[in-house]
C-alpha cells in the first residue's frame, strides 16, 4: 500500500537513485553546465571555468566535462542543449558521482 501511495503522489518516479525521489543523497560540490550528450540514465555536462596559471600570471579558459547521473523522473525532460544543475553524490559508477538535481534553462532560452 505504502509504496503505491509514493508513486502516485510525485509522478511515477521509482528510480532509487534519484536525490529527490529515491534514498540518494547529495553533498559536497555542485555545478551547473549545458547538456553534451544524452544516453540511457547517464548525460554529460560541459561548463566553461577559469584556471590560474602561475607562470604567466594569468587565468586561461578551460572547459570540464562531467557525467551525471539522469533520474528517470527527468529522463524526458532534459534534453542536450539545457542548463542542468548537478550536485555530488556517492560514486554510482566508474565516472558517474553526480546526479541532475534540476533543469536551469531550457536549450531554446539559452540562444
Ligand atoms: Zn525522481
Redesign the pocket.
Known sequence: METKNKMNK??T?T?KD?S???KLKTRGRAFNGVVVSKHDKRIAIEFERMIYIGKYERYARSKSKMHARL????EKEVAVGDLVKIAECRPLSKTIHFVVVEKIKDAEELK
Open positions: 510525485e509522478s518516479c528510480d534519484c529527490i525521489h529515491g533520474p528517470a523522473c527527468m
